[in-house]
Every structure is written in C-alpha cells, then in structure tokens.
C-alpha cells in the first residue's frame, strides 16, 4: 500500500508541477489563448494559482523524502483536492470536460485517505 500511495503522491505531484509552472511562468496573455478562464483573472492571481500547485507538489514528495513533517502529505493532498474542486467547476461554468481535474480530486483524495487512516508517512 505505502509504494502504491508514493506511486499516486508521484504522479499528482508531476501533474501539479507542469500545471504549476506553466502557470506561474508563462505570460498570463499567452495562456489565455488556450486556457478561456486565464482572461477572467489577473495576472497575480494565475501565478498565485500556479505557486499554489507548485507548493503542493512539493508538500507531497518532500515530507517523505527528507523525513520530516509527515502530517504536510495528506496536508497538501486536501489543499491540491480543494484546488481541483475549483478547477471543476471553472470547467463546468465554462462548460468545458472536467476529466482532468476529477481524476486529479479523485487521486488527492484517496492520497488524503491512505495516508492518514492506512499508511500515514514514517511508518
């Protein structure tokens, strides 16, 4: 189960990455042209959003990895679930497929739940 959950926590966490640092590193201008929700918010707001992903993937490998904090892991997990939460329903406002983000809430939430109630990180 712990290599399954490192397994998932690796996969959300190189998903957040590209997200996050297309987010916070490409012109807000240059992902509005693929991207119709970017137009809608600043330019702060889209590298805050970007940031916050970036923070997640890291809150998700680092804890483990270096042998501290465990309790971040499934910290980050429902912080990175909340965001995607938010991503559907931009996505269904904008009436646009929200597979991406259901499969990404679904993988946080099952990091959530094995982490605290089967494996939690240092055991």
């Not at 929700?37 to 809150?59: M, Q, Y």
């Not at 490998?61 to 910290?75: E, N, R, S, V, W």
């Not at 406002?93 to 597979?99: A, G, M, Q, R």
């Amino acid at each position: 189960m712990n290599y399954a959950l490192w397994g998932l926590q690796g996969l959300l966490a190189l998903a957040m990455v590209g997200a996050g640092a297309m987010k916070a590193f490409t012109p807000r201008q240059k992902l509005a042209e693929k991207m119709k929700w970017v137009a809608s918010w600043t330019d702060l707001n889209v590298k805050l959003l970007g940031l916050a992903e970036l923070l997640g993937a890291i809150g998700l490998i680092a804890p483990g990895a270096l042998g501290f904090a465990p309790f971040l892991t499934p910290l980050a997990a429902t912080c990175l679930a909340v965001l995607m939460v938010g991503a559907i329903k931009t996505h269904l406002d904008l009436k646009e497929p929200i597979v991406a983000p259901a499969v990404l809430t679904v993988i946080a939430i099952a990091i959530v739940v094995g982490r605290v109630l089967f494996v939690p990180l240092g055991q």
